[in-house]
């Protein structure tokens, strides 16, 4: 066999690098596209229009489109290397948005670039205090995930592995009147009562449960995209799924595909943690997770209308619970006397509030 020499060696090396570095300086490389924005901010208020400046760098070759899009929805297409467009936040509302610019050439090299921001409510939210009505039994076992009025009765979901129910309970002496109990693995969450079924969240499964009604018979389960499942309410036509971020989720009680979202946002930002939900003459009522807020929400535009400061509530009766109580987590409406009511998680009284609204 014949043994080639290390000159031959080294050549051949020399060779294969030249021609790497060849190949490489011959690549054709991406357009960079660079843009301002115009005010210069992260945050702006619903109804200002945005001066987007783009300015797109070439390497090598020629440009063949400019996309812009914003949310992944295409605005505009440009072959000018510099050129602007102006951002309409009426038009995407309020929350966070991507704007995307794609700039491509012709030999089919693209470049991206992306900018967030966050628009923010035009509109100042009502704020409220209450007054208690009236205090009724609770039972303070119960972890209190979803409550719901429905014919005037009212219902009940728990959470916790090993100890999640849906309870049908009497309001007058917080005794249940029928149960169900969830395998021990799942954690139960929200709860809402629609088409003559009761539908039910899990915390961390990504599953969700139908049940009959009159029998509490487990008749199906449903998948969804959050990774995580909190609040649960109805308009009488879609489900409406929070998941602990700013977005609620409206869901089609057939299909059980996206009808579409909003994002939860005040004057001043975009608000997380959005947890349990009721539907109440026309807007959803939610509290925040870990603090003694209700917020009321449009739910066509996401923008927050009313603030309620519930602070004192669960102060009002931890002097006299022996075992530790947690947060506010549970509204109900009853659209029959159109009565509100909270609760929380552990807590052994239920409160029937009345809003109160403070001067301005």
């Given at each position: 066999m014949r043994r080639i020499t290390l000159p031959l060696l080294?050549?051949?090396?020399?060779?294969?690098?030249?021609?790497?570095?060849?190949?490489?300086n011959s690549r054709s490389r991406r357009p960079v596209t660079s843009f301002q924005l115009d005010p210069q901010k992260k945050s702006y208020k619903l109804g200002i229009d945005i001066n987007v400046n783009l300015q797109t760098k070439l390497k090598d070759g020629s440009i063949d489109q400019i996309e812009i899009s914003v949310d992944g929805k295409h605005i505009t297409t440009s072959k000018i290397l510099t050129n602007s467009f102006i951002y309409k936040t009426t038009?995407?509302?309020?929350?966070?948005?991507?704007?995307?610019?794609t700039a491509?050439?012709?030999?089919?090299?693209?470049?991206?670039?992306?900018?967030?921001?966050?628009?923010?409510?035009?509109?100042?939210?009502t704020q409220y205090t209450y007054q208690v009505v009236a205090v009724y039994p609770h039972d303070a076992a119960r972890f209190t995930q979803?409550?719901?009025?429905?014919?005037?009765?009212?219902?009940?979901?728990?959470?916790?592995?090993?100890?999640?129910?849906?309870?049908?309970?009497?309001?007058?002496?917080?005794?249940?009147?029928?149960?169900?109990?969830?395998?021990?693995?799942?954690?139960?969450?929200?709860?809402t009562i629609l088409n003559n079924k009761i539908f039910e969240l899990t915390y961390k499964h990504q599953i969700?449960?139908?049940?009959?009604?009159?029998?509490?018979?487990?008749?199906?389960?449903?998948?969804?995209?959050?990774?995580?499942?909190?609040?649960?309410?109805?308009?009488?036509?879609s489900l409406i799924m929070s998941d602990g971020t700013e977005n609620v989720y409206f869901i089609n009680p057939d299909t059980f595909q996206e009808e579409r979202k909003i994002q939860v946002c005040n004057e001043y930002n975009i608000v997380k943690n959005i947890n349990e939900l009721e539907y109440i003459k026309?807007?959803?009522?939610?509290?925040?997770?870990?603090?003694?807020?209700?917020?009321?929400?449009?739910?066509?535009?996401?923008?927050?209308?009313?603030?309620?400061?519930?602070?004192?509530l669960s102060g009002s009766i931890v002097q006299?619970?022996?075992?530790?109580?947690?947060?506010?987590?549970?509204?109900?409406?009853?659209?029959?006397?159109?009565?509100?009511?909270?609760?929380?998680?552990?807590?052994?009284?239920?409160?029937?509030i009345k809003l109160i609204q403070k001067d301005n």
């Open positions: 080294s050549i051949l090396f020399a060779l294969t690098v030249f021609m790497n570095c060849a190949q490489s038009y995407f509302g309020v929350g966070k948005h991507i704007i995307k610019v491509t050439k012709t030999d089919g090299v693209s470049g991206d670039n992306y900018e967030e921001i966050f628009v923010t409510s035009d509109r100042k939210p979803g409550l719901e009025f429905h014919d005037n009765v009212l219902y009940e979901g728990t959470g916790q592995e090993k100890s999640s129910f849906i309870f049908q309970t009497e309001l007058k002496t917080g005794k249940k009147t029928k149960e169900y109990k969830l395998e021990d693995q799942y954690f139960g969450e929200g709860i969700g449960f139908i049940y009959d009604l009159n029998t509490f018979k487990l008749l199906n389960t449903w998948k969804y995209k959050s990774r995580e499942g909190w609040g649960l309410t109805n308009d009488g036509h026309g807007e959803i009522w939610a509290n925040i997770w870990q603090t003694d807020n209700l917020v009321i929400i449009d739910p066509k535009t996401g923008k927050i209308t009313g603030e309620v400061n519930l602070a004192g006299s619970q022996e075992e530790q109580m947690d947060v506010l987590n549970g509204i109900a409406w009853n659209p029959i006397t159109d009565k509100i009511y909270v609760t929380g998680k552990w807590w052994p009284k239920l409160f029937e």
